[in-house]
């Protein structure tokens, strides 16, 4: 085998680490990661299953070990993961677990460009926010209460949660600078949207953008 590839393809992943259990076809793949809620783990594109698992097979990674047919039903191929398949997903899983990735979320590009907005309209907006994160951290909390699951098999969903509760935790203060005008140059951003003309030193610092060395 060559050089270990980086995580890539998280579908890659998580087919071989299902695989590991029993050889599937990629029908049963599908089925199995979805009874098991993988779609809400890692962002998985199911139209690109079947050429993820051939991917897979090409790199020696997986290997077919029968094909079958019903009646006028398309045939279907049994694949079982390889030692090199094996030996792939552990390190993928290491990889994951130690190296912290940059990972953009879509509330971060909202607050990227919350500026656009004034501060009186973003508040109620933070608001809505705040109590949508609270009614999903209850629902969370209950699902987790009820789950019957040994816990090693459940931790992503407490990390998940933990992770909301976090960002409600940072909303909420948020929201308290702006309602009680302690944020930094409240009025000077609400100015702005008054008169279109930001203050000639942050139009300087906007221009030129971040510095990083």
Excluded: C
């Amino acid at each position: 085998m060559g050089k270990r590839r980086p995580v890539g393809n998280l579908l890659a992943l998580a087919v071989l680490t299902v695989v590991v259990q029993r050889p599937m076809h990629p029908y049963e793949m599908a089925s199995v990661l979805r009874a098991r809620g993988k779609d809400q783990d890692m962002r998985i594109k199911w139209g690109s299953l079947y050429t993820v698992v051939r991917n897979l097979e090409k790199h020696g990674l997986l290997e077919a070990v029968e094909s079958t047919r019903q009646g006028a039903r398309p045939e279907r191929t049994v694949y079982r993961i390889t030692d090199a398949g094996r030996a792939e997903a552990d390190d993928w899983t290491r990889e994951l677990l130690s190296t912290p990735r940059h990972e953009p979320s879509a509330f971060e590009a909202g607050l990227s460009v919350m500026a656009g907005l004034g501060p009186d309209e973003v508040t109620p907006l933070l608001r809505q926010r705040l109590q949508l994160l609270e009614q999903r951290i209850e629902a969370d909390r209950q699902a987790l209460e009820q789950e019957e699951l040994p816990r090693l098999f459940r931790v992503e969903s407490e990390y998940a949660l933990a992770m909301r509760e976090a960002e409600a935790a940072w909303v909420r203060s948020l929201l308290a600078e702006l309602i009680d005008g302690t944020f930094p140059d409240i009025e000077g951003w609400r100015a702005y949207h008054g008169t279109g003309r930001l203050p000639d030193a942050v139009a300087d610092l906007a221009e030129r953008g971040r510095t990083t060395d």
